[in-house]
């Protein structure tokens, strides 16, 4: 299929068969990294900028990463040392980097919102890596990869999202593209940390307990409590978070046999997850890390060199 998508904000705004093409493109692109020599010439004379306002290893590195592998020029900006630590606005630093030609720009921003407006102000494609508690699609879709890579599909699993629903873009974007999928997805977490209407928005379903969303699941992903997004504290300790929502193997053992354990990092162990899981044989965590370079490789070719660009010349 032809890719037309000019940006990657959210998950929303892609269809099915997108999802499939991106992800049928990562998978190709994976052998890359395989190789002694972990290079290909795609996206040279590219140039790629990575403006991230907000702190990310990941993220940040597996753009990085990603761009280099096909032999694009990679700059990355952050705020600390961008002219927004000296009080330039959003709009003129975005205009700045138009000035500069870019193909592709990677944003990540603390305000929900902010990719979709330096997309509407940019004539390069925009990848959102993160914005807000709004949508983080890569890692969405870098999650989907992992778990089609492991189970063969998507359609038809059983994907449990336990742990700080309200504040987590990862669990959005996930909802929005598994349900896409054909999954069914259930959540579980404080009452305090699962939005209101989120079942009748996300459909979705939701259980009070997280022994019932853990009960057959195919897919368990544990997300983190994210303190720097809460305005107050809403949960006891976090001994009794532990306690009451952590994945051990004990809880571990009402999912399915073959089940997946993912986990978006960075975690905090012995708090949502206990070092038996996250180290054990049901957990793909350093999946998703290795998928992480090949998924936002495909993102950079099929928005600075992939088919659409080939049809205009």
Do not use: C, W
Not at 15 to 23: G, P, V
Not at 85 to 105: C, F, I
Not at 119 to 128: F, M, Q
């Amino acid at each position: 299929m032809h890719f037309t998508q000019k940006d990657i904000l959210d998950m929303a705004s892609l269809s099915a068969e997108e999802i499939t093409h991106i992800l049928d493109t990562a998978q190709g692109m994976k052998e890359i990294s395989l190789r002694p020599v972990k290079k290909v010439p795609t996206l040279r004379g590219k140039t790629l900028i990575l403006f991230f306002h907000e702190a990310s290893t990941r993220t940040k590195t597996s753009f990085d990463i990603a761009g280099k592998r096909l032999s694009a020029d990679v700059i990355a900006l952050a705020k600390s040392g961008s002219s927004m630590a000296k009080g330039e606005s959003l709009l003129d630093t975005v205009k700045t980097l138009e000035a500069m030609h870019p193909d592709v720009v990677v944003m990540r921003h603390g305000t929900s919102g902010a990719a979709q407006y330096i997309a509407g102000h940019l004539k390069s494609p925009v990848i959102n890596a993160g914005d807000g508690k709004h949508a983080h699609p890569t890692q969405a879709l870098l999650d989907m990869m992992t778990i089609r890579e492991r189970k063969g599909r998507l359609a038809g699993l059983k994907v449990a999202i336990i742990g700080d629903i309200a504040h987590s873009r990862v669990a959005r974007s996930n909802m929005e593209g598994l349900i896409r999928m054909g999954a069914e997805v259930r959540v579980a977490g404080p009452p305090t940390m699962i939005p209101k209407g989120v079942e009748e928005v996300y459909g979705v379903k939701v259980f009070s307990a997280v022994e019932g969303a853990l009960e057959g699941a195919d897919v368990v992903m544990m997300l983190r409590i994210q303190k720097e997004r809460m305005e107050n504290i809403l949960f006891a300790s976090e001994r009794e978070y532990a306690r009451t929502f952590g994945l051990s193997t004990g809880r571990l053992a009402l999912a399915h046999p073959d089940a997946l354990v993912l986990h978006p990092g960075p975690m905090n162990r012995g708090v949502e997850i206990t070092d038996e899981v996250a180290d054990g044989h049901h957990s793909v965590i350093l999946d998703q890390v290795e998928n992480g370079v090949a998924l936002r490789m495909a993102l950079f070719y099929l928005l600075a060199g992939g088919m659409r660009h080939a049809d205009e010349d």
